[in-house]
């Protein structure tokens, strides 16, 4: 029987309308685990090596994602250029299939020199969507967008909702970070970084011992230390050791060293100046590597003393005891 919609009432159009969105919530809302890879930089990747690099960038993103996601029933739904949109069964296997791509991209960039190296920020998310195998849309993927939009490179967020769902050995390694406000939401959103590097074994910020001076390190693979701040309009060093004593100062090279992050040792300092640089007392040379934890002591052109320290939430237990885990 074919309806007649110009012949129906406003009231039998309504009745209409409240049936089809019964039956399509029955028939096509699920629970979902939602994620979002975004490259960061991808832009700014575009105008300075053009096309041909910047998709070559891309297809490595996607490409990684695919093979790392789907041993844990994860699928990319849709692809835009700088990312990608994900879905999973649960939140356990989205966040280990993602975890897996971090740990591949890492691997990845070891060999890539340090302008091409795939950097992403990630975003998980559990909801209701409107899903019949095939595509998934609804609040909640818009939702998910945003929260990988508010990492930090190389950073993986849960909501709340994702926290929820997530089992207790996946839980302690979530730490709350400072409320956001999002587009589309009145209320800022709670949010946790999923530490998936295990960073009670890593340095999280470093002290000048001459000056006092404090440099928190950025959660990324590669971070290079100097005092040369920009060059051509690019940031030069990622800690940029810019002393209160200036005549200190001078005695860092413009690029001195670089901490390199690897799966199983860490951080690894690597020099790249031929000044001086002492590692616990060892002099480090140019082609040799040091291992770099916290409580260590690097010590440049013999003259600055560099202590790393631990993350103030790496002694910690439980950074989200107000999460209750899902019932039943």
Known sequence: MKLDFDAMSLTEIIRLQTQLSQVLTR??????????????????????????????????????LAESIQPFGGR????????????????????????????????ENETRARDHRLVVRLGVHFGPVLTDGVIVSGDAVNLCARIASTAEPGELRLSAAALRESPPGMRVRAWPVPP?????????????RFDWRDEHRLP???IVRETG???????????????????????????VLALSDKKLEQLVSRFHFELRRKPKEGYVLR????????????????????????GSIVRLSKAVTLEFKARPEASL????????????
Do not use: W
Not at 180 to 192: D, K, T, W
Not at 215 to 239: C, K, T, Y
Not at 278 to 286: A, N, P, Q
């Open 76 to 107: 990319i739904v849709d692809v835009a250029g700088d990312g990608a949109f994900t879905c999973f069964p649960d939140v356990e296997n989205a966040v280990g299939g993602l975890v897996v791509f971090l740990e591949r991209a890492s691997r």
């Open 271 to 294: 020099p790249v100046s031929r000044q001086p640089t002492e590692v616990d007392g060892r002099l480090v040379e140019t082609n040799q590597e040091a291992p770099i934890l916290p």
């Open 180 to 192: 956001v406000v999002v587009r589309g939401h009145a209320e800022p959103l709670v949010l946790f």
């Open 213 to 239: 001076d404090t440099f928190v390190l950025p959660r990324q693979d590669l971070i290079s230390f100097g005092r040369l701040r920009g060059e051509e309009g690019m940031r030069a060093n990622d800690v």
């Open 27 to 64: 028939r096509f809302e699920k629970p979902l685990a939602l994620g979002f890879t975004d490259i960061v930089g991808s832009t700014a990747y575009f105008a300075r090596f053009g096309d041909e690099a910047g998709r070559a960038l891309q297809q490595l993103h996607h490409d990684l």
């Open 204 to 206: 999280g910020s470093v």
């Open 317 to 328: 237990g439980n950074a989200s005891p107000t999460i209750e885990p899902k019932s039943g």
